[in-house]
T-cell receptor
Framework: RKEVEQDPGPFNVPEGATVAFNCTYS??????FFWYRQDCRKEPKLLMS???SGNEDGRFTAQLNRASQYISLLIRDSKLSDSATYLC?????????????FGAGTTVTVRA | ETGVTQTPRHLVMGMTNKKSLKCEQH?????MYWYKQSAKKPLELMFV???????ENNSVPSRFSPECPNSSHLFLHLHTLQPEDSALYLC???????????FGSGTRLTVV
């Protein structure tokens, strides 16, 4: 099983639509979770942290399900500018390991 | 200048060449990292430096040689690379190890 696994997509959605996708992780003891955004041929940038109780940042909602070992990202009212690859990042994927592990990314394309 | 700066942005080198990638951070961070990103694959951690000391070498071939002269600068020296080493090489920094990464724009390396 991959340490951090994501559906690569692409998710093609019209403007204004809602899109959601998950990421699974292999270690139930993992400590922290993040979503990063990476635009084409650019570097990854932190989008938001994921908290145990779930959290929102504008149109973006992140959820954590420890029992099933997945995190999710939901984007409401999609904008063209939301087109990007979304990287799931998990801290502490291995026991006693503080490092960040990245998923391969989920590509979202928002069309006019 | 702020953030994390990487040079060059693009590099094409032959398998017998020697070149170096440079990373500089102006954020006062104590930890710096080299990552490799190949197409459709997760970011692969290569090296971690904490307070100028290398704390992680993730089984990287010796044809990649990092150097960290101070906490603001990080180099990746390249020699006798293989075509499969072609990838995007990303530098990142954080205040503490594996907390709040800021990535540079990356160097897109092509080995011919």
């Amino acid at each position: 099983r991959k340490e951090v696994e994501q559906d690569p997509g692409p998710f093609n959605v019209p403007e204004g639509a809602t899109v959601a996708f998950n990421c699974t992780y292999s270690n139930s003891a993992s400590q922290s979770f993040f979503w990063y955004r990476q635009d084409c041929r650019k570097e990854p940038k932190l989008l938001m942290s994921v908290y145990s109780s779930g959290n929102e940042d504008g149109r973006f909602t992140a959820q954590l399900n420890r029992a099933s070992q997945y995190i999710s990202l939901l984007i409401r009212d999609s904008k063209l500018s939301d087109s990007a690859t979304y990287l799931c990042v998990v801290k502490g994927i291995r026991s006693n390991d503080y490092k960040l592990s990245f998923g391969a990314g989920t590509t979202v394309t928002v069309r006019a | 200048e702020t953030g994390v700066t990487q040079t060059p942005r693009h590099l094409v080198m032959g398998m017998t060449n020697k070149k170096s990638l440079k990373c500089e951070q102006h954020l006062g961070h104590n930890a710096m990292y080299w990552y490799k990103q190949s197409a459709k694959k997760p970011l692969e951690l290569m090296f971690v430096y904490n307070f100028k000391e290398q704390t992680e070498n993730n089984s990287v071939p010796s044809r990649f040689s990092p150097e960290c002269p101070n906490s603001s600068h990080l180099f990746l020296h390249l020699h006798t690379l293989q075509p499969e080493d072609s990838a995007l090489y990303l530098c990142a920094s954080s205040q503490a190890v594996n907390y709040g990464y800021t990535f540079g724009s990356g160097t897109r390396l092509t080995v011919v």
